[in-house]
């Protein structure tokens, strides 16, 4: 996947999560204001690795808190 | 002579051997000298971070700010300072039927596994005194709640080591067993509701007259019952643990402590639980976060910086504890006689400082207090094999397998016994 497919994979993700609509996920929000809570980002992170088949790090949640981040980090990673 | 046991402290200095990531964005920064400490547990710049949050959920123990005074004003007053002795009754009533259980394991000569033993009167003083409820001695419920604390502490372990990989299966296990802590907690509530103890001021009736009043709601209190749990048993059965493996292998200390318990006096048996705590603190690091911008502890901190403190390194601080890693309990004690202070107001932190000092720290101490000279003053623990003990962290330091020991009673053709 590349960045955009990721963010929208996020997006949907926790859009699911939030019992939310994948358009109102703001992707430059931090996780923390998106109301979604360490354990439940941490699951979505597992998700995600299990389908990128990659490892991720747990210090993402601090160097890249917001989906663009976390999705531009990643693309960059597996390109 | 080093009584520690060299793994747990190869794996801190592993973790905590300087800063763990000491570039920005969200630095996270060493502090283990005490006024670093001092500074940052008092200082209203750094607040808890979230990561005992995902252990038990958001409650008094994870929170900062206002749900913090909320839930602090409401727990805080069944755990009183000034009368620690509020928690003996239960104590007291735990006793006898842990008293029998070691007289059958002992006439026996059956091996048993020490956490577990010691895991169940902590567990029957627990519901007792903090949730208000009575249970069986065979009753083994506060087993229970070990998926989840083990659980926890394997993520919390992910997340504070350098290059931790995020382990779906395992969020997914925090997740299911919190879920199933949960229906354990339900049968606390249930109990709690029809068979309460009389006169009990215990800190979970606190939690269901504040429902009563709107302060709290039931998932507000499901998070509170989880994190007492966390707060509570497993910190308390391993320092036992720790204390009864570093005096099998100290017997002159155990041989004075039985000694001065015959003559009803617990001076160094107070001693040797401090100096467990030293060596083994079950909350052997914690951290904060920087609020604001801020200069403190020799940083220059910016927002989101987060600041390690690691308890175990403050006491194994050669200068502040001379020959650190020596089982030592004659530190805590005065040569003129009575307690000795710690060499530094903050050079001692077992039970943390600051908004979230340990609630339960007197009930703590004086369960372990009862405990420790039940044993010690009527039975010998005989370990299986001492040096098979590996310690491993988690939320707190505790035995990675279980620990097999003998029980002996104490009579005074054993007593006069030389030491092994």
């Not at chain 2, 300072?81 to 006793?95: F, K, S």
Request: proline fraction near 7%; include cysteine.
């Amino acid at each position: 996947m590349n960045q955009t497919d990721i963010v929208e994979w996020l997006r949907d993700r926790i859009a699911k999560d939030l019992e939310s609509d994948a358009g109102t996920v703001d992707p430059d929000a931090t996780f923390d204001r998106l109301g979604l809570d360490s354990l439940a980002l941490l699951a979505v992170l597992g998700d995600l690795a299990g389908e990128l088949d990659i490892e991720i790090e747990t210090s993402v949640l601090f160097d890249h808190p917001t989906i663009t981040a976390l999705a531009l980090h990643l693309a960059d990673r597996s390109a | 002579m080093s009584d520690s046991n060299d793994t747990v402290i190869e794996r801190v200095l592993e973790l905590q051997g300087s800063d763990p990531r000491p570039h920005g964005p969200s630095r996270r920064l060493l502090v283990s000298d005490p006024e670093g400490f001092g500074a940052i547990l008092h200082s209203t710049a750094f607040e808890r971070t979230d990561f005992v949050g995902l252990l038990a959920g958001p409650g008094l123990l994870a929170s900062d700010g206002d749900r913090w005074r909320a839930r602090r004003r409401i727990v805080q007053p069944a755990f009183p300072p000034r009368r620690p002795e509020a928690h003996l009754e239960h104590i007291e009533w735990a006793m006898p039927a842990f008293i029998e259980r070691l007289e059958d394991l002992a006439r026996d000569r059956r091996p048993t596994c020490l956490l577990e033993e010691v895991t169940r009167i902590v567990g029957r003083i627990i519901y007792r005194s903090v949730f208000g409820i009575e249970i069986d001695p065979d009753d083994h419920r506060i087993a229970r709640f070990e998926p989840m604390l083990h659980a926890a502490g394997e993520l919390m372990l992910s997340l504070v080591s350098p290059g931790g990989r995020v382990d779906g299966p395992l969020v997914d296990r925090v997740r299911r067993t919190r879920i199933a802590a949960d229906e354990e907690i339900d049968w606390i509530l249930e109990r709690r509701r029809t068979r309460p103890v009389a006169g009990v001021d215990d800190a979970l009736g606190r939690l269901l007259a504040a429902r009563e009043e709107g302060l709290i709601d039931d998932e507000g209190i499901r998070d509170e019952v989880r994190a007492l749990v966390l707060a509570s048993t497993e910190t308390s059965s391993n320092s036992l643990v720790w204390c009864l493996r570093l005096l099998a292998g100290r017997p002159e200390i155990r041989a004075t402590i039985e000694q001065e318990l015959d003559a009803d006096d617990e001076t160094r048996l107070e001693a040797a639980i401090l100096e467990t705590l030293r060596l083994y603190p079950p909350v052997w690091s914690n951290e904060r976060q920087a609020t604001v911008a801020i200069e403190l502890a020799n940083h220059q901190w910016a927002i989101g910086d987060r600041a390690v403190l690691s308890v175990y390194r403050l006491h194994r601080d050669p200068a502040l504890w001379p020959d650190p890693d020596r089982f030592d309990p004659d530190r805590f004690i005065d040569p003129e006689g009575g307690p000795r202070r710690p060499p530094h107001r903050f050079a001692y932190l077992p039970f943390g400082a600051g908004r979230h000092l340990c609630v339960g720290r007197h009930l703590a101490l004086l369960e372990m207090n009862r405990i420790l000279s039940t044993i010690l003053g009527r039975f010998r623990i005989e370990f299986e094999d001492p040096d098979a003990i590996e310690p491993m962290l988690g939320v707190v330091i505790r035995a990675a397998t279980p620990i097999t020991v003998r029980v002996a009673g104490r009579d005074p053709l054993q007593a006069s016994e030389p030491p092994a």
